[in-house]
Structures are given as structure tokens and as C-alpha cells.
């Protein structure tokens, strides 16, 4: 059990035939939760979804329902699970939070290779929190769903090895070879490491995500002794009362040393070819597989650039209207991978990853995010994670090649990239 005071309030909540009833939470019982802190709201949850730049910070204590997939299931069937399970959610009365049902999925289920570290995240996972605690700027409510709370204790885990993948500079030689003998356009390939956790705990990482990447979607999943977290700078896909938002994400140049070596880097990146393409591949697959969920797509005709501490990057943000009939979850779907995770055209990529990254990615680079009972929601892809347990941290990062990549230039972009979390992590 964990540790709360005795005073903690206890919501009261019903299940009836199989529904679960969503109860807003009284000011008081949301001001017992607030005043605990971040530190405690973030220790205890089993998920956290911060977007600071917004103002947004949710955090689900505790777990109502939580379905996990088989590993080699991904997104199709965690999809089917959500669905079944908002069938079933009654909303809170108007005015009231929804409750939010959050769901991530491995990148690729079709990947025959299984890390024993993914067992406890399984293939997918749809959860609703038992208890959900909000802010949206300085707003702060809460609603609760019937179920156990609080969380059990975390299990032990099995120390964290390296993995045995490919050599990442030989892949990314091979793929190159592959793409300018025609085989595909783009593939992105990515590496892992495993570097010891200091003394901070999952909390503290997140705390200092948060302080680093602002503008990003810092987010945590429990599962057994382990935590799945990072600070994501992509969205995959948002709906908020029909409006859709999308994003192109992808080129790369680290951040400069100062301020001129920075715009120099900035200059580089807006000017280069190679990056331009490996950008536009994304943009013309948003546009070729959302166009028909979508209305009145708004693309901008060139990227702008997205400034993060470690990396700068090509960033399109697109936005329309979900077309009727339409959901979030069928975006996501038809959205992942993009080719800035998986690479273009994507059956081909997706082979080339398997054969040449010869490692599980996990849950790194599949969706995240949640959905309510209404169709409002976001997901991100999950970039710069990380997963944590056992006083060890497995970190994810890959970069995307096309013709003209070179295996110095994309493993010096992987290693900036694995620093958005080794910075955190492992002091
Ligand atoms: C695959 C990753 O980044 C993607 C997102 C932004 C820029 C990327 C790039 O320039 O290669 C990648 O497409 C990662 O962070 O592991």
C-alpha cells in the first residue's frame, strides 16, 4: 500500500452492470489531493500527462480498469478495448471533468523480437484511474471512477541489460545502400542504452523534465516495479470539440553553444535539402493519410523551427476539423507510424527496421495519450523516453535517413537526442 495520511477522503463511487460511473470529486476532497504537492501527486500516480507550456498537469491515482494486450498485440487491438470501455463510462454530469481513459501501444507488434523489460507494459494498455486530479492554469478538479485504490506496492524488478542490437552506424551504412538502390525513401532507426539511475527517484525525473522541456508533453506510466516516462516533443494527433491538431516533426540540428553558433545551426537546418525532405515525407503522409478524416486541413507551406535545450527541429503544425463520423482514435491509427518514427513507404521501412535495428523498441515511438467520453483527447508519439526501474534507465533515440545520411551525422543526432534524458537521469 502506499503511504497516505489517514485523513485521505475516500470518493464515493458505484458500478452498476458493468458501467463505470465517473463522480466529480468535492473542492475539498480536490484540495486534499492538491495540497499533497507535485512531488507527492507525481510519486503516486500510475499515470501523469504535464503539458507546462498549456498549463495542464492530470494525474491518475490509482487504477479503475486497466486492460493490458498480449505482447504482439499493438494499437488495432488497444483500440477495440478503449472503445468497448467509453461505451461504458458514464460522463460526468455538464460542467463536471471527464474522466480521461489513457492508452499507449508498442511501436511495432509485429516485430518478433521480445525484451523481457516490456513484459509488465504488455503489447498495449488502456487505463482509467480510479481517482484523476486536474489543472488546467490554476484550475484545479477531480473525478473518481470505481475502483482500487491505492495502487499496490511496486514490484521488483529485473536489472536492465544493454541489448543486443545491431551495430547503429553498419544499419544506417546498410539503409542507405537499401534507399538509394530504390528500395525505400526514408527509414528511421534508433538505438537504446542503459545508464544507472542517480538517486532521484521517478518523481524527481519528471519534476526535471518538466524544468528542461516545457513546451513538451512530459508523461509516466506504472507497471509492476517499473515506470515507462518521458518528455515527448511530438504530438501525434489532438482533438478538442472537433478541432484536429497535427504535427510534422522531423530534421534535426543540435542547439548552438550561443547565440550565433545557435541561429547558424537554426540557418543550417531551414536550408538543408536532406532535412527538408526527411521533414516533407512527414507532412505528405499526414495529408495522405488524415485527408479523408479530416476538413479544411490547414498546411503551411514550409517548416518553422522548434527549439528545445538540446535539439532544435523542422516543425509544420497542421490543423482542420475532424470530418462527421470521424474520431480521434481512427487519426491515431491511421497516423502511426509516421514516417518521422518509421520512415516511408511505411511497410518497407517497417521491414527494414526489423531486419536492421534487430532490437524491440517497446513502447518507444508508439502512441501515448488519452481519450474522454466525448472524443476529446491527444496523443504523442513516444520519443525521448525512457524506462526506469531497478536503479537503471533503458533511453530511447533513433534519427531518420534518407539518401544522403552519412552514420557519423544521424549517431551524433541520436546521441543529442538520447541527452534529453541522460541529462535527467543519471545525476
Ligand atoms: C526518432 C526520433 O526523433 C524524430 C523526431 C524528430 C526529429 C527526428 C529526426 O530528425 O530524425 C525524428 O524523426 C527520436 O527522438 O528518437
Same mark, same amino acid.
Given at each position: 500500500?502506499?503511504a497516505? &495520511? ?51 498537469? @492530470? ?9 493490458i ?36 501501444? &508498442? ?48 514490484e ?21 545502400g537499401?534507399i ?7 527509414v @528511421?532507426l534508433a ?43 511530438e ?16 530534421? &534535426? ?14 540557418a ?6 536532406k ?5 516533407r515525407l512527414? @507532412? ?17 507551406g ?9 535539439i532544435?527541429?523542422?516543425?509544420t ?23 518521422a ?21 517497446g513502447?518507444?515511438?508508439?502512441p ?37 545520411s ?7 543526432e ?14
Open positions: 500500500m502506499i497516505t &495520511s489517514t485523513s485521505q477522503p475516500t470518493p464515493s463511487v458505484t458500478t452498476e452492470q458493468g458501467a463505470i460511473t465517473a463522480t466529480p470529486l468535492s473542492p475539498g476532497t480536490v484540495e486534499w489531493y492538491r495540497a499533497r504537492g507535485e512531488r507527492w501527486l507525481r510519486e503516486h500516480a500510475t499515470v501523469t500527462w504535464e503539458r507546462p507550456s498549456r498549463g495542464l498537469q @492530470v494525474f491518475g491515482l490509482g487504477t479503475a480498469t486497466r486492460r494486450g498480449a505482447r504482439g498485440e499493438g494499437l488495432r487491438e488497444a483500440r477495440a478495448a478503449i472503445e468497448e470501455l467509453l461505451a461504458g463510462l458514464w460522463e460526468s454530469p455538464a460542467g463536471a471533468p471527464a474522466p480521461m481513459v489513457f492508452l499507449s501501444a &508498442s511501436f511495432d507488434p509485429g516485430n518478433p523480437l521480445r525484451d523481457p523489460a516490456w513484459d509488465a507494459f504488455g503489447g498495449w494498455q488502456v487505463l482509467l484511474p480510479a481517482i484523476t486530479i486536474v489543472r488546467r492554469g490554476e484550475a484545479w478538479s477531480g473525478v473518481a471512477c470505481a475502483g482500487d485504490f491505492p495502487a499496490g506496492p511496486a521488483e524488478t529485473a536489472p536492465l541489460e544493454e541489448q543486443t542490437g545491431a551495430n547503429l552506424g553498419s544499419a544506417i551504412a546498410e539503409a542507405v537499401e538509394r538502390a530504390g528500395q525505400y525513401q526514408k @528511421v538505438g537504446s542504452r542503459v545508464v544507472p539511475v542517480g538517486p532521484a527517484a521517478p518523481a524527481d525525473i519528471l519534476a526535471r523534465l518538466v524544468a528542461a522541456f516545457p513546451t513538451t508533453c512530459i508523461f509516466s506510466i506504472r507497471a509492476g516495479g517499473w515506470t515507462w516516462l518521458g518528455a515527448s516533443p504530438p501525434l494527433a489532438g482533438v478538442q470539440d472537433g478541432r484536429l491538431e497535427l504535427v510534422s516533426l522531423a530534421g &534535426s540540428r543540435r542547439r548552438g553553444r550561443d547565440a550565433a553558433e545557435d541561429a547558424a545551426l537554426e543550417e537546418l531551414l536550408a538543408s535539402e532535412e527538408r525532405w526527411e521533414h512527414v @507532412v505528405e503522409a499526414i495529408r495522405q493519410e488524415v485527408g479523408e478524416l479530416a476538413e479544411g486541413l490547414e498546411i503551411p514550409a517548416p518553422t523551427v522548434m527549439k528545445l535545450a538540446n532544435q527541429h523542422l516543425y503544425p497542421i490543423a482542420g476539423r475532424l470530418a462527421p463520423g470521424a474520431s480521434l482514435l481512427d487519426v491515431v491509427e491511421r497516423l502511426h507510424p509516421t514516417p518514427v518509421g520512415g516511408w513507404p511505411r511497410d518497407a521501412a517497417l521491414d527494414a527496421i526489423r531486419r536492421l535495428e534487430r532490437m524491440d523498441r513502447w518507444y515511438a508508439g501515448v495519450g488519452w481519450v474522454d467520453p466525448s472524443g476529446n483527447g491527444e496523443f504523442v508519439v513516444g520519443l525521448r523516453t525512457a524506462l526506469v526501474g531497478g536503479g537503471r534507465a533503458r533511453l530511447y533515440a533513433g534519427a531518420g535517413i534518407v539518401a544522403d552519412t552514420p557519423a551525422g544521424e549517431l551524433e541520436i546521441e543529442t537526442k538520447l541527452d534529453a534524458l541522460r541529462g535527467v537521469i543519471n545525476r
